[in-house]
């Protein structure tokens, strides 16, 4: 079943979602953020900035997921 809402990125930034419900993928490296992306089914995702370098040009693909990135 798809997740509505997601976050990815290092945890200790996302801890918070979890509480309001938002389903949290942790990943500290590059690779993992990737990974992760690759299999993530979700309306709308929240990203860390280091995530979203990570995601670079895959973010712009209009068939991926609303993204929010966090501010730095």
Avoid: C, Y
Avoid at 8 to 21: I, N, Q, S, V
Avoid at 27 to 33: F, I, K, L, P, Q
Avoid at 43 to 64: E, F, I, K, N, W
């Amino acid at each position: 079943m798809p997740e509505i809402v997601a976050a990815l990125g290092e945890k200790a930034l996302l801890d918070g979602f979890g509480l309001a419900g938002a389903a949290v993928h942790a990943a500290e490296n590059d690779d993992d953020v990737r990974r992760i992306w690759a299999t993530l089914r979700a309306g709308v995702v929240v990203l860390t900035p280091r995530a979203a370098r990570a995601l670079g040009p895959a973010l712009a693909d209009p068939h991926s997921a609303m993204t929010a990135v966090l501010p730095s």
